[in-house]
């Protein structure tokens, strides 16, 4: 079955960074659309970053272009997600998810990102 399992989450300062990774199984990753989702506490879930299958395609929130970077190691079965220069308001649980026609279909449970002095 489908499984995707995040890692990278913790407690970092304003301004420092931290590497989201999503390891996935269960299907045929290298095919796949990946996606890094968000929920900012009372706020509603939100795409943050997404990659075509081979790589070539990319898209950002616009609150995170030019500071994070998603990237995917299709011999690992590996998304990750580079977050540099992190502000408090993007404190939120992290989501890996594999897109399908554009829309998430599988979800990890997610990894806890605190920006805070």
């Known amino acids: 079955q489908v499984q995707l399992v995040e890692s990278g989450g913790g407690l970092v300062q304003p301004g420092g960074s931290l590497r989201l990774s999503c390891a996935a199984s269960?299907?045929?990753?290298?095919?796949?659309?990946m996606m890094w989702y968000r929920q900012r506490p009372g706020k509603e879930r939100e795409l943050v970053a997404q990659m075509s299958s081979a790589g070539g395609l990319t898209r950002y929130a616009d609150s995170v272009k030019g500071r994070f970077t998603i990237s995917r190691d299709n011999v690992k079965n590996t998304v990750y997600l580079q977050m540099n220069s992190l502000k408090p308001e993007d404190t939120a649980v992290y989501y890996c998810a594999r897109g399908r026609w554009g829309l998430p279909d599988y979800w990890g449970l997610g990894t806890q990102v605190t920006v805070s002095s």
């Open positions: 269960g299907f045929t990753f290298s095919t796949a659309l």
